[in-house]
């Protein structure tokens, strides 16, 4: 793609819309994805501090908390904390009032529902020992913590939870495309390019594998090699090529029958290099619109496998098991639990089906 083409294909991205918009959905959720601790409230690994003494709480809720520091705390903030989040390291307390008398902080815990109780007492060495000047108690360890989106079944912060949330949902769909990119491109070509029983083979796995429902074949790929994180990538990736490669390899039938391939051909050049290097360049932009479309459908699948409890596994945050979590309280007072990471998912699949269709347009791909 020349300098030129490339300059055209940006005017007019940035001439419609509805491409700016959708991109600009994209681009602050992988914002999110990469800063998901530094826009959380709560930075503990996976948003799992719990409470139950604030159980559904509802939106904008405060409460006056007490963070006592455990064994294994530490003060320093490094960088991968803010990628990955912290251990629990510390305890925080929901309490109604505190005073500092002599060497000793004497707290009143909030026990929830309106409810106090008794006075407790935690020696001013619990933070001394940890290098924590006791002047600095007040103004550091005892905050009113505002939590904008309320708190879950468990306590804890739901804003938090549906940030982190994102990496999920934003990740499943950038490994599983560039699985089915690696696969789907690479049988693709080759079938394309080499015709005849090479075509035949592949085009048989490919009319199998397209025969069985994407969501019934994640499953038993997920069963087969087990739940979790990765897997479920994995799983979606290993189901998504197959889309890839028939729109690889129709391209490559066509372009495999051009004079600059048959020059190259009599110049002496390798397969490989005609492969890669003459054809594929000419067929990216199909592919790109082709992306956009599975990265919105693998968000979906893996939404629809954590619902069901086959994707990532608690306390991992994902929009779909938060959704599974919660959508018994839809009519119970608790709407928002369930409806927020459900809009969540529609905004950020719209804004990719959205972006590949402006895309096609763009590129002037044809169907």
């Given at each position: 793609m020349t300098e030129y083409a490339s300059q055209s294909i940006m005017n007019k991205l940035r001439k419609n819309t509805l491409g700016v918009l959708s991109f600009s959905v994209i681009v602050i959720a992988g914002l999110i994805t990469i800063f998901a601790y530094l826009f959380a409230a709560d930075k503990t690994e996976n948003a799992n501090r719990q409470d139950l003494t604030i159980a559904f709480a509802p939106m904008g809720y405060k409460q006056l908390t007490l963070e006592i520091p455990l064994p294994n705390y530490q003060q320093?903030?490094?960088?991968?904390?803010?990628?990955?989040?912290?251990?629990?390291?510390?305890?925080?307390?929901?309490?109604?009032?505190?005073?500092?008398?002599?060497?000793?902080?004497?707290?009143?815990?909030?026990?929830?529902?309106?409810?106090?109780?008794?006075?407790?007492?935690?020696?001013?060495?619990?933070?001394?020992?940890?290098?924590?000047?006791?002047?600095?108690?007040?103004?550091?360890?005892?905050?009113?913590?505002?939590?904008?989106?309320?708190?879950?079944?468990?306590?804890?912060?739901?804003?938090?939870?549906?940030?982190?949330?994102?990496?999920?949902?934003?990740?499943?769909?950038?490994?599983?495309?560039?699985?089915?990119?690696?696969?789907?491109?690479?049988?693709?070509?080759?079938?394309?390019?080499?015709?005849?029983?090479?075509?035949?083979?592949?085009?048989?796995?490919?009319?199998?594998?397209?025969?069985?429902?994407?969501?019934?074949?994640?499953?038993?790929?997920?069963?087969?090699?087990?739940?979790?994180?990765?897997?479920?990538?994995?799983?979606?990736?290993?189901?998504?090529?197959?889309?890839?490669?028939?729109?690889?390899?129709?391209?490559?039938?066509?372009?495999?029958?051009?004079?600059?391939v048959e020059a190259a051909r009599a110049l002496g050049f390798s397969d490989m290099r005609i492969i890669f290097k003459q054809i594929l360049p000419n067929v990216v932009a199909p592919i790109i619109v082709i992306s956009a479309a599975n990265f919105a459908s693998a968000i979906l699948v893996e939404s629809g496998l954590s619902f069901l409890g086959i994707g990532a596994q608690p306390p991992t945050p994902s929009w779909g098991n938060i959704i599974k979590e919660h959508y018994s309280h839809i009519i119970l007072g608790q709407q928002h639990l369930a409806i927020l990471p459900g809009a969540a998912i529609m905004l950020l699949v719209l804004g990719f089906n959205i972006f590949g269709n402006v895309l096609r347009d763009v590129l002037a791909v044809k169907d």
């Amino acid at each position: 793609m020349t300098e030129y083409a490339s300059q055209s294909i940006m005017n007019k991205l940035r001439k419609n819309t509805l491409g700016v918009l959708s991109f600009s959905v994209i681009v602050i959720a992988g914002l999110i994805t990469i800063f998901a601790y530094l826009f959380a409230a709560d930075k503990t690994e996976n948003a799992n501090r719990q409470d139950l003494t604030i159980a559904f709480a509802p939106m904008g809720y405060k409460q006056l908390t007490l963070e006592i520091p455990l064994p294994n705390y530490q003060q320093d903030q490094s960088f991968k904390r803010y990628l990955f989040g912290r251990e629990i390291d510390s305890e925080h307390l929901a309490i109604t009032n505190y005073q500092i008398k002599g060497n000793q902080l004497e707290y009143t815990p909030y026990l929830g529902n309106g409810l106090e109780g008794e006075p407790l007492v935690e020696p001013l060495t619990t933070w001394t020992d940890h290098g924590i000047p006791s002047e600095h108690l007040a103004t550091t360890f005892v905050k009113t913590k505002t939590y904008l989106l309320g708190t879950d079944s468990y306590g804890r912060d739901f804003y938090s939870r549906l940030m982190i949330g994102t990496r999920i949902s934003f990740l499943i769909g950038f490994i599983a495309v560039l699985i089915s990119l690696l696969v789907g491109v690479t049988l693709g070509a080759v079938a394309g390019y080499y015709k005849g029983h090479v075509d035949n083979f592949i085009m048989w796995i490919i009319n199998i594998v397209w025969s069985i429902p994407t969501l019934l074949l994640v499953i038993a790929i997920t069963l087969a090699i087990g739940k979790g994180f990765w897997q479920i990538f994995i799983a979606v990736g290993l189901t998504m090529w197959v889309e890839v490669a028939r729109v690889v390899r129709g391209q490559f039938l066509s372009y495999r029958e051009k004079e600059f391939v048959e020059a190259a051909r009599a110049l002496g050049f390798s397969d490989m290099r005609i492969i890669f290097k003459q054809i594929l360049p000419n067929v990216v932009a199909p592919i790109i619109v082709i992306s956009a479309a599975n990265f919105a459908s693998a968000i979906l699948v893996e939404s629809g496998l954590s619902f069901l409890g086959i994707g990532a596994q608690p306390p991992t945050p994902s929009w779909g098991n938060i959704i599974k979590e919660h959508y018994s309280h839809i009519i119970l007072g608790q709407q928002h639990l369930a409806i927020l990471p459900g809009a969540a998912i529609m905004l950020l699949v719209l804004g990719f089906n959205i972006f590949g269709n402006v895309l096609r347009d763009v590129l002037a791909v044809k169907d």
